[in-house]
C-alpha cells in the first residue's frame, strides 16, 4: 500500500480521462458514478479546472474529486461528487488532497459555496457541516448527517433553500 503524503495534484486534462474512469470504476460497486462523471463532463454545469487528480511522484493519477455547478435555491453552488481513490492508495491522503485542491481552486475562481452528499466522518474534516443546520435540503430523502454543505469564506454565509443538481445526477 502507498503510504504518500504528500499528494501531487491539478486540474484533469484531456489526456487524465481515461485514468479517471479507471479511477472512479474501481472506487465504487458500479459503473453508476463513472457514467456520470462523463455525462458531467459535456453539460452545462462543468467548470473548467474543477475536476482534480491526485497524482503519484511519476504523475500517474490516483484520486479525483470533481466539483459541478449546483443551485441552493436560486443562488449558484457547487456539488462535490464523486470523489474516488484507487483501491491501493485509500487512505493515503490522495483522496484528502483532491478534495482540498478542489475546494482551494473553487474559492481562487471566486465561488463561494459547496454541498455534498456523502460520508458523514468523513467531510467535516473539510469544514463540511450538516446542511439541514443551515435551511437546506433535498427533494429526495437522504440521512440527515449525509448531506452537507461548506460556505469557502465567512463573508458569504450559506443561503437556505433545496439543492437542485445537473441534470445527469437524476435528481
Same mark, same amino acid.
Given at each position: 500500500?502507498?503510504?504518500?503524503? &504528500?499528494?501531487? !495534484?491539478?486540474? @484533469? !486534462?484531456?489526456?487524465?480521462?481515461?485514468?479517471?474512469?479507471?479511477?472512479?470504476?474501481?472506487? *465504487?460497486?458500479?459503473?453508476? @458514478?463513472?457514467?456520470? /462523471?462523463?455525462?458531467?463532463? %459535456?453539460?452545462?454545469?462543468?467548470?473548467?479546472?474543477?475536476?482534480?487528480?491526485? %497524482?503519484?511522484?511519476?504523475?500517474?493519477?490516483?484520486?479525483?474529486?470533481? +466539483? !459541478?455547478?449546483?443551485?441552493?435555491? &436560486? /443562488?449558484?453552488?457547487?456539488?462535490? #461528487?464523486?470523489? $474516488?481513490? +484507487?483501491?491501493?492508495?485509500?487512505? %493515503?491522503?490522495?483522496?484528502? $488532497? #483532491?478534495?482540498? #485542491? #478542489? +475546494?482551494?481552486?473553487?474559492?481562487?475562481?471566486?465561488?463561494? *459555496?459547496?454541498?455534498?452528499?456523502?460520508?458523514?466522518?468523513?467531510?467535516?474534516? *473539510?469544514? *463540511? !457541516?450538516? $446542511?439541514?443546520?443551515?435551511?437546506?435540503?433535498?427533494?429526495? &430523502?437522504?440521512?440527515?448527517?449525509?448531506?452537507?454543505? +461548506?460556505?469557502?469564506?465567512?463573508?458569504?454565509?450559506?443561503?437556505?433553500?433545496?439543492?437542485?443538481?445537473?441534470?445527469?445526477?437524476?435528481?
Amino acid at each position: 500500500m502507498t503510504t504518500r503524503i &504528500d499528494w501531487i !495534484t491539478r486540474a @484533469e !486534462t484531456s489526456a487524465d480521462i481515461p485514468a479517471i474512469r479507471d479511477i472512479v470504476l474501481a472506487a *465504487f460497486d458500479t459503473p453508476l @458514478e463513472a457514467d456520470l /462523471v462523463d455525462a458531467l463532463r %459535456t453539460d452545462p454545469s462543468w467548470i473548467e479546472g474543477l475536476s482534480i487528480v491526485a %497524482t503519484d511522484p511519476g504523475g500517474r493519477p490516483v484520486g479525483h474529486a470533481l +466539483l !459541478t455547478r449546483c443551485h441552493i435555491g &436560486d /443562488v449558484p453552488a457547487l456539488c462535490l #461528487a464523486p470523489v $474516488a481513490v +484507487l483501491p491501493e492508495c485509500q487512505k %493515503t491522503g490522495a483522496g484528502s $488532497a #483532491a478534495v482540498r #485542491a #478542489a +475546494l482551494k481552486a473553487a474559492k481562487g475562481m471566486g465561488e463561494h *459555496f459547496v454541498t455534498v452528499l456523502g460520508h458523514p466522518a468523513y467531510y467535516p474534516r *473539510f469544514g *463540511f !457541516t450538516r $446542511a439541514s443546520a443551515h435551511g437546506i435540503g433535498l427533494t429526495i &430523502d437522504v440521512p440527515d448527517e449525509a448531506m452537507m454543505a +461548506l460556505a469557502l469564506d465567512a463573508d458569504h454565509p450559506l443561503p437556505a433553500g433545496t439543492v437542485r443538481y445537473a441534470a445527469p445526477f437524476g435528481i
